[in-house]
């Protein structure tokens, strides 16, 4: 089978590319060739694998460009590209173009295959659909009332995948990711990094910016189980799914006190000090339109969609794939 | 002020303007010009108004003929424009231009025409937006789940809305209409229309085809409603609307059969008589979709929208505004 990322070069993808390189297969189909696309060169991967794994610079909003990258006909494709939420809220423009326009382009050029392709389709859509007034605790029939124009344009791309869906042209899946935490490397423009980064900076002994208030809360799944949640979507009997391909994944939920307890019951006081309050009014306002209660994703637990069940495990998670199971921060 | 309705020609639309004709104001302000513009020639008006009335041929789904509709700054401007939604499911293509890039088009002009220019803008979205598995009755926050294509352009289109609105760009609100009944004239390419024709041709004394059982169901509001909600969507403080621009209009939830038994109360044995049963598989399956449940409407209800209350009013508003009180199809 031909497998393709588009957006292959981001954290997720990268991590997606070297789990199929190590295993071979998806499901139970050997894997011939894997493509990554991205709109700036990926970097190479590390893995070795006994298939291709060719990358690819592809500009989605250029409708011949996408239409390109579904020549070869892919079996399963892993839509993951996005200009992440901070930044689709500085640049309006380039939010709808990349996270509309371009899902839209890939949509189309399926559709104009024909002749029978009707390729799976995994999407990552964002827990940013949600947007207060909230219920007591969401559960999968909450309406789409987004905050923000990345969460408007998740929420536009999971209709398009869903009536494309029923029509037949693909055969879609969105997943409504959780917050993924520890977000490892360097911060990205989302503005929710600060989550991962007073985790993240503190474990190597780095001093990390708390812009926001203890009481702020997020729902969380780590790279790990995010990495779960797409191979297991690839895999999924979509028929039981109805015309609705749109699942919010499984998480923890928590506020950012949770999460520095949990810190200092996994890493020690010492890792905890490294937290800096620095509140920022950009970040305070923004939080207030999504902040989240407690989230059922009763029908993804259903499908056996997984994640953590704690905070703990989440920063042990990180700890384990990230730092070789140490706490560099620690002074001893 | 200024008034623009884009869809000009159409039923809703040439009742609109009928109104604001006869009005002459729209609140408080005094009407100083009317634009209709539509993909087609409107028809001129029969009504005189101390103002004048231009009709526009305009094909929306190019950026520049929509831009030329913004030019001179409407204070207020109705999009009712659409691809119904029979013909939305019969062609792919035309559906999503028309229905998503044509409001798309409409909403850049305004955004790119700046210097503080932020018209009201009144949407007409529609109770297709909702769709199957429901509750037990549908609730403001009950999620968007189109089963049709026209459900998911106008449910994209609602997001679209509220996020300009949200940037400050529009000053938006979206209604979803219930079914409009009875629907005066030909019918048209929607598919619910029967749910009209089964009323208004027995009242002119001619047979009428029902292709559906009489236990499917729907949410109906008059053509008489209709207008008044587009009137007062027009003159409502949108502030205390938050960032959800959209809401479900209130209206009459009835099966085929109470719109039945109100006829034969209404206009008796003989009339209800003309409606022949003669199943449609292809309208069957489509209303198995979206065979709703009551809907509360209860915020719009709050913000003093208003419908009929029962289907004799609804079937009554239609002999009074169509048929100057009387039912021809009646012996004598």
């Keep these: 089978m031909r497998i393709l990322i588009i957006g292959g070069g981001g954290m997720v993808g990268q991590k997606l590319a070297h789990n199929l390189a190590l295993s071979g297969t998806l499901g139970n189909r050997k894997i011939a060739e894997l493509t990554l696309a991205d709109a700036f060169a990926a970097q190479t991967l590390s893995s070795t694998a006994n298939f291709p794994i060719k990358t690819v610079v592809a500009d989605i909003t250029n409708p011949v460009i996408a239409q390109s990258l579904i020549t070869n006909k892919p079996d399963v494709i892993f839509h993951l590209a996005a ?28 559709r104009l295959t024909g002749n029978g392709y009707m390729p799976r389709l995994v999407f990552t ?55 993924i935490c520890v977000r490892p490397g360097k911060p990205n423009k989302a503005a929710s990094g600060f989550f991962s980064n007073i985790l993240r900076e503190p474990l190597v002994g780095i001093e990390a910016i708390l812009p926001a208030s203890k009481s702020a809360t997020n729902y969380f799944a780590s790279p790990r189980s995010a990495v779960g949640f797409l191979v297991h979507a690839a895999n999924l009997d979509t028929s039981v799914l109805g015309d609705n391909r749109a699942m919010m994944m499984p998480g923890v939920w928590g506020t950012v006190g949770d999460e520095i307890d949990a810190l200092r019951r996994v890493a020690g006081d010492e890792i905890v000090a490294l937290i800096k309050d620095e509140p920022d009014p950009v970040i305070e306002k923004m939080l207030s339109n999504w902040n989240f209660p407690d989230i059922t994703s009763a029908r993804a637990r259903a499908l056996g969609f997984k994640a953590e069940n704690t905070l703990d495990e989440i920063i042990q998670v990180h700890i384990d794939d990230e730092l070789d199971g140490k706490i560099p921060g620690r002074s001893k």
Tied chains: 1, 2.
Excluded at 102 to 109: R, V
Excluded at 134 to 162: C, M, W
């Design 83 to 110: 200009v992440v939420s901070g930044e689709a809220e500085a640049n309006f423009e380039k939010g709808y173009s990349v996270n509309v326009e371009g899902i839209k382009n890939i949509l189309e050029a399926i």
């Design 125 to 179: 859509s964002s827990v940013a659909v949600y947007g207060g007034p909230y219920p007591e605790i969401i559960h999968d029939d909450f309406h789409l009332q987004p905050r923000t124009s990345y969460g408007t344009q998740k929420a536009i791309s999971e209709l398009l995948v869903n009536d494309y869906s029923r029509r037949g042209f693909v055969d879609g899946v969105s997943l409504r990711l959780p917050t």
